[in-house]
T-cell receptor, first 115, second 112 residues
Framework: NAGVTQTPKFRILKIGQSMTLQCTQDMNHNYMYWYRQDPGMGLKLIYYSVGAGITDKGEVPNGYNVSRSTTEDFPLRLELAAPSQTSVYFC??????????????FGPGTRLTVT | KNEVEQSPQNLTAQEGEFITINCSYSVGISALHWLQQHPGGGIVSLFMLSSGKKKHGRLIATINIQEKHSSLHITASHPRDSAVYICAVALPYGGSQGNLIFGKGTKLSVKP
């Protein structure tokens, strides 16, 4: 199994540009998550999904959108990028019923800079 | 005040030392996770526990639910243990099921 894969690894965006961060898992996990990690801060949940077709907001969803059309894929869309979105983004997945019962598997991260 | 507090923030040890990292939380939880973030940035899960103690190799994690406290111990530390160790708590099932609340991490450096 490849586990959780993310692309791209690095990206520089100009203010106002848009992009999609890709995340794929091959473990047949129901739960998928997007986190951002800012320097000196704990990971913050952006969006999560409990299965295909079902998504919900996390702690810091503003400026982002997600979709979950398949079990495997959970892309994160940034519209109108802002410098405040400069961060490292991690995708993760776990079995149902989620972090109360199962560990999370993390992707390698995407380092995004908005200038 | 953060809901998950870790101490110390930074820790430097000599190879072979016994290391303890602490995590305190202020909310009701269903489970607590310890994660390791490598210098290259990757994050791996070390333990998930809801009571008692778990051991994996030189790593031991304990939790005291009544005191809302967990510790991660590393015995016979080695330079390859150098990493950021992150504590995260899972809210009880039936709440926000997607939510782990993370501490800021403890940066460990083990010198040879």
């Amino acid at each position: 199994n490849a586990g959780v894969t993310q692309t791209p690894k690095f990206r520089i965006l100009k203010i106002g540009q848009s992009m999609t961060l890709q995340c794929t898992q091959d473990m047949n996990h129901n739960y998928m998550y997007w986190y951002r990690q800012d320097p000196g801060m704990g990971l913050k949940l952006i969006y999560y999904s409990v299965g295909a077709g079902i998504t919900d907001k996390g702690e810091v969803p503003n400026g982002y959108n997600v979709s979950r059309s398949t079990t495997e894929d959970f892309p994160l869309r940034l519209e109108l990028a802002a410098p405040s979105q400069t961060s490292v983004y991690f995708c993760a997945s776990s079995f149902y019923p989620g972090p109360s019962s199962y560990e999370q598997y993390f992707g390698p991260g995407t380092r995004l800079t908005v200038t | 005040k953060n809901e998950v507090e870790q101490s110390p923030q930074n820790l430097t040890a000599q190879e072979g030392e016994f290391i303890t990292i602490n995590c305190s939380y202020s909310v009701g939880i269903s489970a607590l996770h310890w994660l390791q973030q490598h210098p290259g940035g990757g994050i791996v899960s070390l333990f998930m526990l809801s009571s008692g103690k778990k051991k994996h190799g030189r790593l031991i994690a304990t939790i005291n639910i009544q005191e809302k406290h967990s510790s991660l111990h590393i015995t016979a530390s080695h330079p390859r243990d150098s990493a950021v160790y992150i504590c995260a708590v899972a809210l009880p099932y039936g709440g926000s099921q997607g939510n782990l609340i993370f501490g800021k991490g403890t940066k460990l450096s083990v010198k040879p």
